[in-house]
């Protein structure tokens, strides 16, 4: 079974530019979720989906973040502008029903903003 | 509000030695919990949860963790460290019926040869 795909794995920019993350979950998963992970910090959930619909996205940054899942597979993770502070790894994450079950994490996109 | 504490961001054993990575939390409801372990440039792996019945939970690589409600305490056990135990692991939990994992700032463990 194939694990959940993150690309890029790296990715260098400049403060006020945008960037895009994509993930591609475990065939059949419902719900997908995106994760910000400071250098040493637990991660932190951005935006969770169940399906098509959004269940959680009550810490994303939505004056510039945003994210989509189009047809309940993949997503996108958009940064427009990115910040400093946006400087991160951004993990996705997908589970077969709903967060109380188990997990499965891509490897995760490295950001850095400078 | 749920959260997570683990108390020690560095723990170094010597290889054999016990391992203890401790973890309390907070939550109004009976929560479900986990330990997840980090491999340096990797993504998150379940080791262990707890969601309901013993206490006592087994998970991969030799680990076991107990919920103690009193305690409020989910502390990750392992009898004999082994250097491939190198890595960072996360607490996380949930209330039952909710939908957002809070996750720990992780514990970092070092194993000595």
């Known amino acids: 079974e194939a694990g959940v795909a993150q690309s890029p794995r790296y990715k260098i920019i400049e403060k006020r530019q945008s960037v895009a993350f994509w993930c591609n979950p475990i065939?059949?998963?419902?719900?997908l979720y995106w994760y910000q992970q400071i250098l040493g910090q637990g991660p932190k959930l951005l935006i969770q989906?169940?399906?098509?619909?959004?269940?959680?996205d009550s810490q994303l940054p939505k004056d510039r973040f945003s994210a989509e899942r189009l047809k309940g597979v993949d997503s996108t993770l958009k940064i427009q502008p990115a910040k400093l502070e946006d400087s991160a790894v951004y993990l996705c994450?997908?589970?077969?029903?709903?967060?109380?079950?188990?997990?499965?994490f891509g490897p995760g996109t490295r950001l850095t903003v400078l | 509000a749920q959260s997570v504490t683990q108390l020690g961001s560095h723990v170094s054993v010597s290889e054999g030695a016990l391992v203890l990575l401790r973890c309390n939390y907070s939550?109004?409801?009976?929560?479900?919990l986990f330990w997840y372990v980090q491999y340096p440039n990797q993504g998150l792996q379940l080791l262990l949860k707890?969601?309901?019945?013993?206490?006592l939970v087994k998970g991969i690589n030799g680990f076991e963790a107990e919920f103690k409600k009193s305690e409020t305490s989910f502390h990750l056990t392992k009898p004999s460290a082994h250097m491939s135990d190198a890595a960072e692991y996360f607490c996380?939990?949930?209330?039952?019926?909710?939908?957002?994992?809070?996750f720990g700032a992780g514990t970092r463990l070092f194993v000595k040869a």
């Open positions: 939550s109004s409801v009976p929560p479900y």
């Open positions: 994450a997908s589970s077969p029903r709903d967060s109380e079950d188990t997990q499965y």
């Open positions: 065939s059949g998963h419902a719900t």
């Open positions: 707890y969601t309901t019945g013993a206490t």
């Open positions: 989906f169940q399906n098509n619909g959004v269940v959680d």
């Open positions: 996380a939990v949930i209330n039952t019926g909710g939908f957002k994992t809070i």
